[in-house]
Structure formats: structure tokens, C-alpha cells
């Protein structure tokens, strides 16, 4: 059974870099099958795709968060990672992380992690 | 990069059939077959229940269905039970501008 679980800071300050993990478990993310992504949710609202990556490396993100945004991959520890810089707080959101069995062009997140809430306050 | 448009609530009594429309564009939902849907019960992660516009996930019962025509796609719930009262969300695939993917603002459904 394939879980993911994401870790990282709960608070961050205004103008830092929110920083998250996901660990894979029952799975691979080396595996050419899938990608592997980042979604947020802010308080009562609906939710935001933030970006993908895939084993090779590859990534695609969300045009609205290009510019702050990185995703990688650390493949000894079965983990991928989220970089958010400049944050504000528009960007107090559940994170979480999801696996997507699609295409690069067919959504398709069949796994995802319990989410983190990340609050972006002094 | 504009969220899809869904309303904003739905409901329907036990039994009854309720459907959900979630409206984009020629560049995504109306462009291409990569729509699914999410359903979100309170302080839970979303749940996969269609992909692909039309295809149920294995576990997923056969009451929900989904279904496009143009630029809407459409998720409906036949034999309304008191446990698929949630949140919705559909997702799809943006090919023509930015080459991502776009979530729907949300519906809730209630049970009468």
C-alpha cells in the first residue's frame, strides 16, 4: 500500500521559504510511471496544483507560483521536496502531497499525504 | 490560469440523483479527455473517483459517473447515500497556454 506522508515547518515567517518533504513509502518515486506532486489548500477554500516532478527530474509548476517555487527529488531517501520563497499570507494553505499515475497531461492523483497545515505569520 | 467553474452547492435527498458541472474552456476541459474529480470529505485529503472524464478507479462504487459534452464536464451521483455528503472537485488538464493543471472552485453536495 503506498502512503506519503508530508513533514516540514507548521509557521513561517513572512518574506522566508516554506520548506516540505514528502517521504513515499510502499512505492518508488524512481519509478517511470508516475509523477509526483504538490497541491494546496487554503482555509476554507478550494484547491491549488502547485507542481509536479517527475523521477528524471523534470518539472512543471503552476505559472501563477513559477517564479517562487522548486520541487526535487532525493531518490536515497524515497522523498520529494517543495520550496516556496517569498511567502506571504496568501500562502497559509494545507500542503499536500499526491501521486498522479497520468500522463504529463492527465491528472490523475490516486495517492495523496494526510496535508500539513502551514502558516505564514510573524 | 482561472479555476473552473462549478456551483457552489448542490443537494438532494437519499436515493435521488444529483450532478455536478464543472465549465472551462476549449483549452482545457472542452480540449481534452483528462478531467477528473475529487471528493473531499471535512479535514480529509481528496479522494480520486473519476479520471480521464469518465473512468471510475478501482473501489470507487459505480454510482458516480462522469460524462462531458464542449467545455463542461459533469459528475453525477445516482442513489444519493448520507456518506457522499463532501465536497467536489474537478481537474484538468490546461494544453494551450501554460501546459498545467487547473483544479474547479469546489461543490458542496449535501444530503437532505
Known amino acids: 500500500q503506498v502512503q506519503l506522508q508530508e513533514s516540514g515547518p507548521g509557521l513561517v515567517k513572512p518574506s522566508e521559504t516554506l520548506s516540505l518533504t514528502c517521504t513515499v513509502s510502499?512505492?518508488?518515486?524512481?519509478?517511470?510511471?508516475?509523477?509526483w506532486s504538490w497541491i494546496r489548500q487554503p482555509p476554507g477554500k478550494g484547491l491549488e496544483w502547485i507542481g509536479y516532478?517527475?523521477?528524471?527530474?523534470?518539472?512543471n509548476y503552476n505559472p501563477s507560483l513559477k517564479s517562487r517555487v522548486t520541487i526535487s527529488v532525493d531518490t536515497s531517501k524515497n522523498q520529494f521536496s517543495l520550496k516556496l520563497s517569498s511567502v506571504t499570507a496568501a500562502d497559509t494553505a494545507v500542503y499536500y502531497c499526491?501521486?498522479?499515475?497520468?500522463?504529463?497531461?492527465?491528472?490523475?492523483?490516486?495517492?495523496w499525504g494526510q496535508g500539513t497545515l502551514v502558516t505564514v505569520s510573524s | 490560469q482561472s479555476a473552473l467553474t462549478q456551483p457552489r452547492s448542490v443537494s438532494g435527498s437519499p436515493g435521488q440523483s444529483v450532478t455536478i458541472s464543472c465549465t472551462g474552456s476549449s483549452s482545457d476541459v472542452g480540449g481534452y479527455n483528462y478531467v477528473s474529480w475529487y471528493q473531499q470529505h471535512p479535514g480529509k485529503a481528496p479522494k480520486l473517483m473519476i479520471y480521464d472524464v469518465n473512468k471510475r478507479p478501482s473501489g470507487v462504487p459505480d454510482r458516480f459517473s462522469g460524462s462531458k459534452s464542449g467545455n463542461t464536464a459533469s459528475l453525477t451521483i445516482s442513489g444519493l447515500q448520507a456518506e457522499d455528503e463532501a465536497d467536489y472537485y474537478c481537474c484538468s488538464y490546461e494544453g494551450s497556454y501554460t501546459f498545467d493543471y487547473v483544479f474547479g472552485t469546489g461543490t458542496k453536495v449535501t444530503v437532505l
Open positions: 516532478l517527475y523521477y528524471s527530474g523534470s518539472t
Open positions: 510502499g512505492g518508488s518515486v524512481s519509478s517511470g510511471s508516475y509523477y
Open positions: 499526491a501521486r498522479d499515475r497520468g500522463s504529463s497531461s492527465s491528472p490523475l492523483f490516486d495517492y
